[in-house]
């Protein structure tokens, strides 16, 4: 809005709130969920979180998910941290079951060796976080170059590829929304 950068990268979710003051493009990536939990419980998947403690980092998405999942529940306990790392560190010391993040936040935790005691068990069903390029809104000729280079990288392959080498594990999220994006 400063016009101090054309062009936005960011993990921006594509909110219509957004889309008042900035043009956004479609979504060039999409953040999936998954379960984490301290490796002492018996939970095995998500809906085993019912009943336990769960927290995540204040003002999240997963938070407000996680918030929201226990109050439809009518049990269990929501705990809000600072940070990421706090979230993670309460897993690991067994002040929290479970919690929410998403899946490339999670496997890296895990793989870190920094949190001992934490494993993923499952997706978490939620609606993935679709997150779009950015720049000024009145800027329709960048915006519809981004969409077709956001396009043209999943046809070609290259989307795939750089989810191969930058992730690593299991199949990038599909961009599209059924009945919308074909």
């Known amino acids: 809005m400063s016009g101090r950068v054309d062009v936005g990268v960011a993990s921006t979710s594509d909110t ?4 008042k003051t900035i043009g956004v ?11 984490v939990v301290n490796d002492k419980t018996d ?17 999240t ?3 407000i998910w996680l918030e929201g999942q226990i109050k439809e ?17 309460a897993l690991s010391q067994g002040q929290l079951d479970a919690t929410v993040g998403t899946t490339e936040v999670a ?4 793989k870190s060796g920094k949190f001992a005691g934490i494993k993923i068990v499952d997706k978490a069903p939620m ?7 950015f720049t000024m809104r009145q800027e329709y000729g960048l915006i519809n170059y981004m969409n077709l280079f956001i396009n043209q990288q999943v046809r070609t392959g290259r989307y795939a590829e750089l989810y191969a080498k930058w992730v690593g594990e299991g199949e990038p999220a599909n961009l599209t929304v059924q009945g919308v994006y074909r």
């Not at 493009?25 to 379960?35: D, K, L, M, R």
Request: no cysteine.
């Open 61 to 63: 998405y997963e938070a």
């Open 43 to 59: 939970i095995t998947s998500w809906e085993g979180m019912k009943g336990k403690t769960v927290g995540a980092t204040a003002g």
């Open 107 to 110: 496997n890296a935790n895990v």
């Open 16 to 19: 219509l709130e957004r889309a």
């Open 25 to 35: 493009t479609i979504p060039y990536y999409a953040f999936e969920n998954s379960v």
């Open 73 to 89: 529940w009518g049990e269990g306990t929501f705990r809000p941290y600072q940070t990421q790392a706090d979230v993670f560190l």
């Open 127 to 133: 609606v993935p976080d679709y997150v779009s390029l």
